[in-house]
């Protein structure tokens, strides 16, 4: 693998809205992400990508970009980012911006534009179609929700396109105006000192063209846009063109939201000439959702599915690039609820979690709060929920004939807003995350899982975490825990997770991911313990014996 300066990166995701409110209206900020850098450099994390900061009017928290070239107010002033962009430099940190070009808010001027002229110049930035409610071009239902054809206002005899929500138009990237458009964007960021971007749902932005209808697959009579994706070709075309006007030439870091690429194309993803460093696994995200609705989805994974998906991803990525990996993020409940059972849910199962996705071949990505063991939200009722996903998929759920109580207890496993409450900081009021009322309401265990308790305990999530950064940037160990092969290690046997980092020492993980504890056999001498999330560790003649959710990473001879 020709080596890249993020290789041996390790990255954080910030929620801006929810990370740290400096002015006290309830909302997150640049000041406020500003005053938590030394946090952050201290837990041992590099690159921090940024979710959308950009003017909007935040119908999907920013997913809906109304200028790409301006700060939203809530979140503070271009001065603001400028400023956040040198301390982060300062402190050898990157910064990367969310870049979210399949769409655009409705009310971003070359919408507007479109809106008022549809035959003029703008009119082709868009998907715009003379049609009605009763013959619409194509049935493909968004991903939240409904028909993804839109009156355009003021245009009973046209339509537009938008595969997410009808404030999120999307944009025809078979325009060339569009495409220089989106290039000039990234390169004005670039130029300001950015690191790079995280590539938000970049798969939806090559439509199968003349639109057309698929199987209805719900009683909705829409059809899911993954059979529009899988039968659309061409989207590397973009993506190569895209790379090469504006990322390559900054050498810019670029991870891409691609969740239904096929198998023969990792290498164009993410190879030595992909269209991006890097992607993230989703394979555990997407482990277990139905076709029909979050309804009718696996609210958590046992250890042995979640093991089957980390371990067919390192072996179908090989050495081909790095993927990134994570536990959760903005669109996802806690890592922590998802993939721990709520019964083995504690204190070692949440480190012994940590240090099997950390440790595995890829560039490691936390998710605010993440490193504290944030876990989901025991919401009481719809009304404390604000994602428009989290609505529709209860909508969704009621059709299928759930009675309304069973329908939230089922979609509310999945809510977005389970990962969106704000940072846990510490137990005064609000979690310390603001002196005002909160945009959201915070989770009521801030009280025993925040920040300032874990700083003061050599036993917390928290100091496990700076653990596992410090020991991937260990010198001895570094060229192994970067580059090494991935190999399983004893798959079969069950809740146990085992594999090698090969490299040019030998890294041996292991994870009894059950409460009993379990002998296993070693396949050769202990060099050295490189990390415990338990006291002490059993190491007998021929193996080891673990204790319940005990997890190690052993130097074998
Ligand atoms: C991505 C984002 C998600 C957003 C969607 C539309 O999946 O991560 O939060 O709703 O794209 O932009
Ligand atoms: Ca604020």
Redesign the pocket.
């Known amino acids: 693998m020709k080596k890249a300066w993020w290789h041996d990166k390790i990255a954080y995701q910030i929620y801006p809205k929810s990370f740290y409110d400096s002015n006290g209206d309830g909302i997150g900020d640049l000041p406020g992400i500003i005053s938590k850098l030394d946090y952050l450099k201290d837990l041992g994390v590099d690159i921090l990508w940024l ?1 959308p900061i950009y003017k909007s009017p935040l119908a ?2 920013g ?2 970009i109304a200028d790409y070239y301006s700060i939203d107010p809530r979140f503070g002033t271009m001065e603001d980012m400028e400023h956040l962009i040198a301390e982060a430099k300062k402190r050898d940190m990157y910064i990367l911006m969310d870049l ?1 070009v ?2 655009c808010s409705d009310e971003h001027e070359w919408f507007q534009k479109a809106s008022a002229d549809p035959d003029g110049e703008y009119g082709n930035f868009f998907y715009i179609e003379d049609t009605n409610d009763e013959r619409r071009p194509c049935n493909w239902r968004s ?2 929700g409904g028909s993804v054809w839109e009156p355009l206002p003021g245009r009973p005899d046209k339509q537009y396109l938008h595969v ?2 009808k404030k ?1 138009p999307d944009l025809n990237w078979e325009n060339p105006r569009v495409r220089e458009e989106v290039y000039k964007n990234i390169r004005w960021w670039m130029e300001k000192g950015l690191g790079g971007f995280r590539i ?2 970049i798969i939806n932005i090559k439509k199968k063209l003349p639109f057309a209808d698929y199987p209805v697959d719900r009683e909705d009579g829409f059809s899911d846009i993954g059979n529009m994706l899988a039968d659309a070709e061409g989207v590397g075309e973009f993506l190569g063109e895209m790379a090469r006007e504006a990322f390559r030439p900054y050498d810019a870091f670029t991870v891409g ?1 691609v969740c239904n690429e096929k198998e023969d194309e990792i290498k164009n993803f993410i190879g030595e000439d992909g269209y991006f460093s890097s992607m993230f696994d989703f394979c555990g995200t997407c482990y277990g959702k139905s076709d029909k609705g979050w309804y009718d989805s696996k609210p958590y994974l046992t250890p042995e599915e979640y093991k089957s998906c980390i371990f067919k991803t390192q072996k179908k990525v090989g050495d081909i690039g790095m993927v990134s990996n994570i536990i959760e ?3 996802e409940p806690r890592g922590v609820s998802h993939y721990i059972r709520p019964e083995d849910l504690c204190e070692d199962s949440k480190k012994l979690l940590a240090g099997v996705y950390f440790l595995l071949k890829g560039m490691p990505f936390l998710y605010q709060g993440q490193e504290i063991g944030m876990e989901n939200v025991a919401f009481e009722s719809l009304g404390d929920v604000d994602d428009i ?1 989290t609505l529709d998929e209860y909508q969704v759920a009621l059709k299928a004939g759930m009675k309304p109580e069973e329908a939230f207890k089922a979609v509310i496993a999945f809510s ?1 807003d389970n990962a969106r409450t704000p940072m846990q900081w510490n137990d005064s009021e609000n979690a310390g995350f603001t002196v005002g009322t909160p945009w959201l309401k915070v989770n009521p265990n801030y009280k025993s899982i925040n920040v300032e308790a874990q700083e003061k305990s050599e036993a917390s999530v928290l100091s496990f975490y700076k653990k596992l950064t410090a020991l991937r940037r260990d010198p001895e160990y570094k060229e192994t825990l970067v580059y090494g092969d991935f190999e399983a290690y004893l798959e079969e046997e069950e809740n146990l997770i085992g594999y090698y980092r090969i490299g040019d020492r030998k890294v041996l993980v292991l994870a009894n991911f059950q409460k009993e504890e379990r002998g296993v056999k070693l396949p050769g001498e202990v060099r050295k313990i490189l990390i415990n999330n338990q006291e002490g560790l059993d190491i007998n003649a021929g193996g080891v014996v673990l204790s319940g959710f005990q997890m190690v990473a052993l130097e074998i001879l």
Request: charged content about 30%; glycine content about 0%.
């Open positions: 979710s999907d928290q997913y809906d979210v399949n769409h991903y939240f997410f929500h999120q938000d749902a939201e993020n903005h669109d996903s977005r």
